[in-house]
């Protein structure tokens, strides 16, 4: 795709943080601009300052968790602009939380909820926007947002989301090797954050209450909570990366890293030479 002006694209998770960054920046392109969210009075500051800009956004409130907010989402698009050209699957929770601690300690409800939306909000929305995009027959994108814990090694604390992540980097990688079986126009992107400052670590602010638990970290895991947050706080702006992610658009990348940060670049290498070295024979 070479021409951007005037194409739609959805965001979930626009809100706050990556979502908001990237369509501002898809707006600034001249894109109309759905803008989905959980947070309802958050969704509804962020569509009343970006008309001020005047862009052409409209707002759905959505759960992606559950498949017929997504039905309303894409229904909403296609009565209001005909089409989909871009989806970017960016709602996500989970990372270094008030309740974040071993996955064994984890109560069922925290992988509930965490899979509920890091992974099926994904899987609701391929089953939803494939079939319409498909028929659509145009090029079009989809753009997951995986993280960079999806292809690292997880980290201590973060046993949940790291195994949301890494599902979803598989899930994207099996959508971009089946769509190319039926040479269809659609492009999938897996986008991989690394530290980035937005408000992952307070998602609990969003977590349903049939889904809260008294849950607490283990002591032990405090410090390295600690040392989480310190390093998303002192991460690259959300702005950043909704720029990486436009410039990747044009190009032939699937895997799109944001951010040039050198642990993050270590993670990577440990796991893939660790990976390389138990295969050796």
């Not at 501002?24 to 500051?45: R, T």
């Not at 027959?137 to 753009?143: A, G, K, L, S, T």
């Not at 989480?228 to 436009?246: N, T």
Request: include cysteine.
């Amino acid at each position: 795709m070479e021409e951007f002006k005037d194409k739609i694209a959805i965001v979930t998770g626009a809100a706050s943080g990556i979502g908001r960054a990237i369509a501002e920046k898809f707006s600034q392109e001249g894109m109309k601009v759905v803008i989905s969210d959980i947070e309802k009075e958050a969704l509804s500051q962020t569509e009343e300052e970006l008309k001020q800009k005047g862009f052409d956004i409209i707002t759905v409130l959505a759960d992606v968790s559950k498949i017929e907010d997504v039905k309303n989402l894409a229904q909403k698009t296609i009565d209001q602009f005909g089409v989909v050209h871009i989806l970017i699957n960016n709602a996500g929770v989970g990372f270094a939380g008030k309740m974040t601690t071993t996955v064994w300690e984890s109560p069922l409800s925290e992988w509930q909820w965490i899979l509920g939306v890091n992974l099926w909000g994904i899987i609701n929305a391929i089953h939803i926007f494939i079939p319409i995009m498909l028929k659509q027959d145009i090029e079009c994108y989809i753009i997951n947002n995986c993280s960079v814990a999806g292809i690292i090694s997880p980290q201590p604390g973060a046993g949940i989301y790291s195994t949301t992540k890494h599902a979803a980097i598989a899930l994207t990688e099996s959508l971009q090797s089946d769509l190319s079986r039926f040479n269809s126009k659609i492009k999938v992107l897996a986008l991989c954050p690394g530290f980035i400052n937005t408000g992952i670590t307070n998602s609990e602010r969003n977590q349903p209450e049939e889904l809260k638990d008294d849950q607490t970290t283990n002591p032990k895991l405090e410090q390295t909570i600690k040392y989480y947050k310190k390093i998303i706080a002192d991460g690259i702006s959300p702005e950043e990366v909704a720029k990486e992610l436009f410039e990747s658009l044009t190009s032939k990348k699937f895997y799109i890293s944001t951010d040039s940060h050198q642990l993050v670049k270590g993670f990577v290498k440990n796991r893939m030479d660790g990976i390389l070295k138990d295969f050796q024979k």
